[in-house]
């Protein structure tokens, strides 16, 4: 394999590897149980618009094993289970306190989901084990490379890895405009929240993550270079959002 983002990849963790160590699971703690509405607000209310776009790009059979990784609050399983309930969805997440609001909703809808509190780059399942897998709005907090060799690696052969997060924007004029709505946003929202200290700690770390980011392109390519066939990936939001979808050789 050759390895075109390697360096931009040792960047990204030599410049986050203190936060992701030390900080962001306090983050995800601070804000769990308002955590998905922060984000709908954050969206100015295009947040379910777009999950619902990445749901119908998901194609899920009975009896298919589904483990979705990074899973927070359980909202993507549980609209899996509600698109087809003879599935069987495992959820990984490093975040308990997360999982506690997404296995709490999940029991409110009447569903299961195995969950699993775990370091996501080393998924704690044998080879060529889901069907499924997906991830959503966390790749930039993790190292890319190994999460998603991970998830090739517990994928069957022909099974499909769905990918849905915000990315850096490939027009610049976009990509300025964008950080600028995210700090004014991430500035109030923290206020009309009342966000703990950890939360209002990292606003600066959450743009500096996309801006050392992958844009949709450069997510595909690097996809590729993983060993990922048919790789399509699709921007929304003038680029900010991307779904990418690849399958298992």
Known sequence: MSCTYCEKESARVQAFKSIWANDINDVFADVANYYDRINNFASLGLLNRIRQQFLSTIEVRPDHKVLDVCAGTNVI???????QPDIDVYAVDRSAAMQDVGRNRAKQHGFEINGFICDVHKLPFPDNYFDVVTLQYATRHLRVMDVFSEINRVLKPGGNFYHCDMLRPA????????????RASLAFLSWAFRSGSAAVKC???????????YSTDELSNLLTELGFADVTGNSVLGGTVAFHKACKV
């Open 203 to 213: 606003q600066d770390y959450f743009i500096d993550a996309i801006r050392m980011f």
């Open 171 to 182: 027009n610049k004029i976009i990509e300025h405009g964008y950080y600028i709505y995210l």
């Open 77 to 83: 399983g549980i609209d899996l289970l509600k698109k």
